[in-house]
T-cell receptor, first 115, second 115 residues
Framework: AQKVTQAQTEISVVEKEDVTLDCVYE???????LFWYKQPPSGELVFLIR??????QNEISGRYSWNFQKSTSSFNFTITASQVVDSAVYFC????????????FGAGTRLTVKP | KAGVTQTPRYLIKTRGQQVTLSCSPI?????VSWYQQTPGQGLQFLFE???????NKGNFPGRFSGRQFSNSRSEMNVSTLELGDSALYLC??????????????FGSGTQLSVL
């Protein structure tokens, strides 16, 4: 069975602080996708990244970076120099390679960035 | 390019009624997926439609159904509403590439309240 755990329910930081959102997953599949989505107050989920299990290379996109470690089944997300606009709920998700619209989401981490 | 459009934005129904929600995907996207989001269960996959055919289905009772039209627009229907069906229903579209889908683009959702 597939499962995603986001142990941090809520995180509050002050603007310009760095913050890391944790994600731990479980799957019996040897190939799979991992995702991060952002859900602002407006409700829609905004895609941030998709990573397949073949590629453990870390990725950086502006202030965002992701650390994928298969050995610990983790896919953590770091925001550098956080901004108020980063305040949202962030979801980590897992899917297999074929039916990857059927994603297993974690419970989400609510990030609040204070000015 | 217009995003994923869901209507209505808010809906209030009473137990026992049925409801139909609508989703217009991004132009050119042929796959539409539906998710239910509740505070207790989080985000859960309902089903996916591609080329007017249900391609994948989550673990929901038969009261939840959907369809897709030739223009890729999709509707989902919930019959005999229960209080527990109160949720944010999110629709997502994607442009499949081979057997694996591209990233999902989500709408803002329909907030359904069952009284």
């Amino acid at each position: 069975a597939q499962k995603v755990t986001q142990a941090q329910t809520e995180i509050s930081v002050v603007e310009k602080e760095d913050v890391t959102l944790d994600c731990v997953y479980e799957t019996r599949d040897t190939t799979y996708y991992l995702f991060w989505y952002k859900q602002p107050p407006s409700g829609e989920l905004v895609f941030l990244i998709r990573r397949n299990s073949f590629d453990e290379q870390n990725e950086i996109s502006g202030r965002y970076s992701w650390n994928f470690q298969k050995s610990t089944s983790s896919f953590n997300f770091t925001i550098t120099a956080s901004q108020v606009v980063d305040s949202a709920v962030y979801f980590c998700a897992l899917s297999d390679l074929v039916n990857n619209n059927d994603m297993r989401f974690g419970a989400g981490t609510r990030l609040t960035v204070k000015p | 390019k217009a995003g994923v459009t869901q209507t209505p934005r808010y809906l209030i129904k009473t137990r026992g009624q049925q409801v139909t929600l609508s989703c217009s995907p991004i132009s050119g996207h042929r796959s539409v997926s539906w998710y239910q989001q509740t505070p207790g269960q989080g985000l859960q996959f309902l089903f996916e439609y591609f080329s007017e055919t249900q391609r994948n289905k989550g673990n929901f009772p038969g009261r939840f159904s959907g369809r897709q039209f030739s223009n890729s627009r999709s509707e989902m229907n919930v019959s005999t509403l229960e209080l527990g069906d109160s949720a944010l229903y999110l629709c997502a579209s994607s442009q499949p590439t081979g057997t694996t889908n591209e990233k999902l683009f989500f709408g803002s959702g329909t907030q359904l309240s069952v009284l």
